[in-house]
């Protein structure tokens, strides 16, 4: 497993799994590059870290396509060179805050602290959703994310996957290196997904619909500020700390915001469904 994101070192946990069938799909925007191999996750239930006491325990999950690996450097080199208003010197403050590709030697030269086949990260949702966009993709839902993250490495329910666990605490409790290992280093699930857990946070589209507060009774206003949280809301395991974690970082995220720890991946809709159960 890889080292934990830079942004606490103890409080990480990140990125899972997706898809039997694999599926090479060449991108809207991507030109002459290689195709860039999507996997088919079944639809299936799962069961939402936080729900409201009046929500079904389980929601069901269309089948979707999701990229094998999360996003690199070099994929994201091309988005930016064909959409130059995404380049970090071009970049308005309302679309990502200042450390917008801060580990990128400059605006088309990512440098030694970002290679190619790294993931990229320090990149807002407004960029991420846009080079999706550019792919002909989307962001994955929450539940999609969590669906597809919730296998383990050789079975559906992640949780009783000890092998796992293990290595998702091990991640939380190293530092974050100064340079993100390659994509190619990852390891697959049960879908096929690799690099869900024990990479980089990945945004999804729905990022901030988690609430996490300190006393849900009362609050008016949830601190902002990153890791911050007392509690959530609804939790259906306090136990699960890498859920716990994803809720409270979504919850604390604003939409320009970018850190060192940060990507993402994206996903597409399947017409395919009616055979799934």
Not at 49 to 62: E, G, H, I, M
Not at 108 to 131: E, N, T
């Amino acid at each position: 497993m890889s080292t934990a994101p830079a942004i606490a070192p103890l409080l990480f946990g990140l990125i899972l799994a997706a898809g039997p069938v694999g599926l090479s799909a060449q991108t809207a925007g991507a030109g002459a590059r290689e195709p860039v191999r999507m996997l088919r996750i079944p639809s299936g239930l799962y069961a939402p870290f936080t729900r409201d006491p009046k929500d079904a325990a389980q929601v069901r999950v269309s089948a979707f396509l999701m990229d094998e690996l999360p996003v690199t450097n070099a994929r994201f080199l091309d988005f930016v060179r064909a959409n130059p208003k995404w380049r970090r010197s071009e970049v308005g403050s309302l679309f990502a805050d200042s450390s917008y590709l801060a580990d990128w030697d400059g605006d088309l030269v990512p440098g030694s602290k970002a290679p190619p086949d790294s993931p990229v990260v320090h990149v807002s949702w407004f960029a991420a959703r846009a080079f999706a966009r550019w792919e002909g993709k989307r962001l994955p839902t929450t539940d999609e994310w969590e669906y597809a993250a919730s296998a383990g490495y050789s079975r559906v329910d992640g949780w009783n996957d000890q092998k796992l666990r293990a290595d998702l605490y091990a991640w939380f409790a190293r530092p974050s290196p100064p340079v993100l290992p390659s994509v190619d280093t990852a390891k697959a699930n049960y879908f096929g997904v690799r690099g869900l857990q024990g990479f980089v946070w990945e945004w999804v589209e729905d990022f901030n619909t988690s609430l996490v507060t300190g006393e849900s009774r009362a609050d008016s206003s949830v601190d902002a500020d990153l890791f911050c949280a007392g509690g959530a809301v609804g939790s259906r395991d306090t136990g699960d700390y890498a859920a716990y974690m994803r809720t409270a970082l979504r919850s604390s995220l604003k939409a320009n915001n970018t850190t060192s720890s940060l990507g993402f991946r994206c996903v597409r809709d399947t017409a395919d469904t009616a055979s799934d159960p």
